[in-house]
């Protein structure tokens, strides 16, 4: 009679496996000869629904159920490619055993499509481990503080945060208008970080613009440069800022500071230097250039 090995397939994100994994996981123990569990993998940085990295989660697994195979499964292109490396890994492990692929209800046996055989398991009750994670609160103790560490410093790659900033240039006058936070004597272009849900760069100008000076109109967004920022808040760490900027011109409307900023005022476009913070001075070079090309200065509006 050929022995056969349950595989189960699953993310298992989550400080400790809850009840529906373990009916899973037992399950398949008391049906099969041998359970072969992979944990899936992104291969990118941590996210909401991707926290835990694969050695945190295989150790968990391994030590609720030291007779199961642990091994890591990684995200694919298309089911196709995910279902021949799974076919791999249960060569790899159990050459001699017939697979059967065991899952419950919003599991991998929908994307497996491969030859092995699938057995569904009833599962306990609706137990989300999203709605799981979402209960996770702060708690006072240095494993706690040690796993945040962990998670931070040993499973993040560095990375660069974008930002757009923009020059708003006025139509009747050599001025842009500039941005100055509470905090700051200095003023700067108006700017923030991208949104995951900018569906473009410029979508992330035209929204920064709303959010930080009001209801005023803007046109010709127009891609200048892009260059790292030296700000201060990622000042010593491995990560930092790239700033791509922009200049747009301003239709109609009246600027009123809002979301960080405190006061916003049109300058001069040839008289920046003294006034600009020093994480914006490189943009006057840009800025310099393009009056060179446009001839945009007090003669322009003569």
């Given at each position: 009679m050929t022995n056969t090995v349950a595989v189960i397939a699953g993310r298992f994100q989550l400080a400790e496996l809850h009840a529906?994994?373990?009916?899973?996981?037992?399950?398949?123990?008391?049906?099969?000869?041998?359970?072969?569990?992979?944990?899936?993998?992104?291969?990118?940085?941590?996210?909401?629904?991707?926290?835990?990295?694969?050695?945190?989660?295989?150790?968990?697994?391994?030590?609720?159920y030291p007779q199961c195979v642990v091994d890591a499964i990684a995200d694919a292109r298309t089911n196709q490619h995910w279902s021949q490396q799974l076919d791999a890994l249960v060569k790899?492990?159990?050459?001699?055993?017939?697979?059967?692929?065991?899952?419950s209800r919003d599991s991998f046996l929908?994307?497996?499509?491969?030859?092995?055989?699938?057995?569904?398991?009833e599962p306990l009750a609706d137990?989300?481990?999203?709605?799981?994670?979402?209960?996770?609160?702060?708690?006072?103790?240095?494993?706690?503080?040690?796993?945040?560490?962990?998670?931070?410093?040993?499973q993040r790659f560095p990375t660069a945060y974008p930002v757009v900033d923009v020059a708003i240039l006025h139509t009747t006058a050599p001025l842009v208008l500039l941005g100055r936070?509470?905090?700051e004597t200095?003023?700067?272009?108006?700017?923030?970080?991208?949104?995951?849900?900018?569906?473009?760069?410029?979508?992330?100008?035209?929204?920064?613009?709303?959010?930080?000076?009001?209801a005023i109109e803007i046109a010709d967004i127009t891609y200048r440069a892009s260059m790292p920022i030296n700000d201060f808040r990622y000042r010593g760490t491995s990560d930092g800022i790239i700033s791509t900027f922009f200049t747009a011109t301003y239709i109609f409307g009246a600027p009123q500071a809002s979301d960080d900023l405190e006061e916003v005022r049109?300058?001069?476009?040839?008289?920046?230097?003294?006034?600009?913070?020093?994480q914006h001075l490189a943009f006057v070079e840009v800025l310099n250039n393009l009056i060179k090309e446009n001839h945009y200065d007090s003669e322009s509006f003569q």
């Open positions: 529906g994994h373990q009916h899973l996981i037992e399950t398949a123990l008391s049906k099969h000869d041998a359970v072969l569990i992979l944990v899936g993998v992104h291969q990118g940085q941590p996210t909401d629904r991707n926290p835990l990295d694969f050695a945190t989660r295989a150790n968990m697994l391994r030590g609720a790899k492990h159990f050459p001699d055993h017939e697979p059967v692929l065991v899952g929908s994307s497996y499509e491969g030859s092995a055989k699938k057995q569904y398991i137990i989300s481990a999203t709605a799981v994670r979402n209960q996770v609160t702060v708690e006072d103790s240095p494993a706690f503080r040690n796993g945040v560490i962990h998670a931070i410093t040993k936070k509470a905090d200095k003023w700067r272009f108006v700017g923030g970080f991208v949104d995951p849900t900018d569906v473009s760069l410029e979508a992330a100008v035209r929204r920064e613009v709303r959010e930080e000076v009001g049109w300058f001069e476009i040839t008289k920046l230097t003294h006034v600009l913070t020093s």
